[in-house]
T-cell receptor, first 115, second 110 residues
C-alpha cells in the first residue's frame, strides 16, 4: 500500500482482556517499529524488527507485551491481561533502510482504552 | 539515555507570523533528526529529515536547522496559517530507534 496501515483504529478492552493490534507496513520496507504514546507525551520505543527478526525489544514494558512479524511484512502487537496503564495510542512505523537513516513513515495508530 | 526537550510546550500566534520551535537533545551521537506533525487523534506526518552531516533542510514554508555539537535543532515556520495548527514533535535517531520530545502544541489564530 501507499502508507503504513494500522487496525483497528480504536479498541476498548475490559481490564484483563487480551488484545491484538495489527500493522501493515509499506511494501518492501525492511524495518518495522512499534511505539507507545501516552496522552500528552511523545511516542516511546517498544520494539524493532528487521524483516522477521525482532532485534530489539528493550522497550516492551512487561512480559504481557509480545510482538511478532513472522513473514517479514505484517506485524502484530499483542497485549495480554490488559491493565489501565496500557491505555495509549500504539503507533507503528516502517523504514526502507535498516537503520532508519532515510526516516520513518508512521501509521495513524491504534487508540487503546482499557476500562 | 538520550533526552529530548522541546520548548515551548505550547504556542499561540496570529495568522501570518513567522515562528520558531526549539528542540534540544543531550547526546550528540545521532544519525539524523526528524520533525513530525501530529494532528489530534492522528498519527505522525513527517515534515523534514536532517542527516547528522547536514545543517538544514527546507520544504516550502518550513526550514529546519541542526547544530549537532550543541545538541539543538529549530523548526522555522514562515507566514503561519490556521492549517498549521497541530503538535510538532522532534525525534533523534540514535541507531535503531528514535527518541521523541513531548512536542510543541501550535495554535495559529485566524
Amino acid at each position: 500500500g501507499a502508507g503504513v496501515s494500522q487496525s483497528p483504529r480504536y479498541k476498548v478492552a475490559k481490564r484483563g482482556q487480551d488484545v491484538a493490534l495489527r500493522c501493515d507496513p509499506i511494501s518492501g520496507h525492511v524495518s518495522l517499529f512499534w511505539y507507545q504514546q501516552a496522552l500528552g507525551q511523545g511516542p516511546e520505543f517498544l520494539t524493532y524488527f528487521q524483516n522477521e527478526a525482532q532485534l530489539d525489544k528493550s522497550g516492551l514494558p512487561s512480559d504481557r507485551f509480545f510482538a511478532e512479524r513472522p513473514e517479514g511484512s505484517v506485524s502484530t502487537l499483542k497485549i495480554q491481561r490488559t491493565q489501565q496503564e496500557d491505555s495509549a495510542v500504539y503507533l507503528c512505523a516502517s523504514s526502507l533502510e535498516l537503520s532508519g537513516a532515510v526516516g520513518y513513515t508512521f501509521g495513524s495508530g491504534t487508540r487503546l482504552t482499557v476500562v | 539515555k538520550q533526552e529530548v526537550t522541546q520548548i515551548p510546550a505550547a504556542l499561540s500566534v496570529p495568522e501570518g507570523e513567522n515562528l520558531v520551535l526549539n528542540c534540544s537533545f543531550t547526546d550528540s551521537a545521532i544519525y539524523n533528526l526528524q520533525w513530525f506533525r501530529q494532528d489530534p487523534g492522528k498519527g505522525l506526518t513527517s515534515l523534514l529529515l536532517i542527516q547528522s552531516s547536514q545543517r538544514e533542510q527546507t520544504s516550502g514554508r518550513l526550514n529546519a536547522s541542526l547544530d549537532k555539537s550543541s545538541g539543538r535543532s529549530t523548526l522555522y515556520i514562515a507566514a503561519s496559517q490556521p492549517g498549521d495548527s497541530a503538535t510538532y514533535l522532534c525525534a533523534v535517531n540514535v541507531g535503531n530507534q528514535f527518541y521523541f520530545g513531548t512536542g510543541t502544541s501550535l495554535t495559529v489564530i485566524p
